[in-house]
């Protein structure tokens, strides 16, 4: 079992950055694959947009396609830490953002296959 908190929220203008990090304590860290998933305001269901995702060794990454190019996702396993680096954020990326943790193999983007989840970071862009 991992247990996963993520910091690094808050309000920026747009056109700025932030950088988002995920904690986690627990056993075998660096056996999850990890991802981010987002959930905007006034979405209701517990299924949340894929953001970003990258393997246990880092070698695999994916994006969903609105963020290519402007956000970044990276690992530390000796520090049990995930990062997301958002750049050039917009009004429509205002959201609370998920960390997750699963153990499918490579950089999976399904929502279902992440069995942990941390309780979110508020991301608010203004224009």
């Not at 060794?57 to 690992?75: E, H, L, N, V």
């Not at 995930?82 to 929502?111: H, I, R, W």
């Amino acid at each position: 079992q991992v247990q996963l908190v993520e910091s690094g929220g808050g309000l920026v203008q747009a056109g700025g950055s932030l950088r988002l990090s995920c904690a986690a304590s627990g056993r075998s860290f660096s056996s999850y694959g990890m991802g981010w998933f987002r959930q905007a305001p006034g979405r209701t269901g517990k299924e949340r947009e894929f953001v970003a995702a990258i393997s246990w060794s880092g070698s695999s990454t994916s994006y969903a396609d609105s963020m290519k190019g402007r956000f970044t996702i990276s690992r530390d396993n000796a520090k049990n830490t995930v990062s997301l680096q958002m750049n050039s954020l917009k009004p429509e990326d205002t959201a609370v953002y998920y960390c997750a943790a699963t153990t499918y193999p490579g950089s999976p983007v399904g929502f279902g296959v992440y069995k942990y989840w941390g309780q979110g970071t508020q991301v608010t862009v203004s224009s």
